[in-house]
């Protein structure tokens, strides 16, 4: 969206509607789960508006939920009707501002294995199952704390690495030390050959320096989404 959506509230409810703008399969391209196959639920909506952001969001409906779970289950069989995809993505935009703790109840039920991907601004009493990826984003004053009620339940901290914006060029400290968190550092798809380069350089330095692992957006390599 290139910080040219609308910042959004919560969005109420009791989960069984929820905002999505697409459901599709995919392999994971970065991350923890890296290269394993997945069904992204990419809900609609986001309470931040970053310029950088280059996934589409805001074309979203209202679906009840049963149709997501129907749907997530014909995705997960292969061409034997055979189920071959085992992990769930629940992405958006920001899914923590919608009732998500649902569908993660049920996917998991199911027998699936749940991740969210959030920007850490908000929280949700989500199942203790269910693997919660933070990528925090910067502010004009540079980098928040993650909440106190979300750092123990983070599975791992996935920071955005770019050399030319000052609070993206570094692995600043807000609380993933102390419940020793795992990083993860991501070079800046900036659309720009050489801006990528050396955002690709520095991320690699970063990891070196500081332990961190290294996460590339694999599935744009391949051209998958």
Known sequence: MFGQNPKRGVFT?????LQVQSIFK???????????????IRLGGCNLACNFCDTEFENFNLVDIEEILC?????????????SVNLV?????EPMRQPIELLCRKLLDQGFQVQIETNGTLYR???EEVSIICSPKAGKKGYAKIREDLLSKISAVKFIIAKNIL???????????SYNIPVFVQPMDQGNQELNKENNELAVKLALEYGARLSLQTHKFIGIE
């Open 13 to 17: 409810g009791n989960g069984t509607e």
């Open 26 to 40: 995919t392999i994971q391209g970065e991350g923890i789960f890296v290269g394993i196959p997945a069904i992204f």
């Open 71 to 83: 749907k997530v289950g014909k995705l997960a069989l292969n061409s034997k009707n055979e189920q």
């Open 89 to 93: 993505v629940i992405t958006g935009g």
């Open 125 to 127: 009493s989500l199942p």
């Open 167 to 177: 609070e993206y060029s570094l692995i600043p400290e807000i609380g993933q030390t």
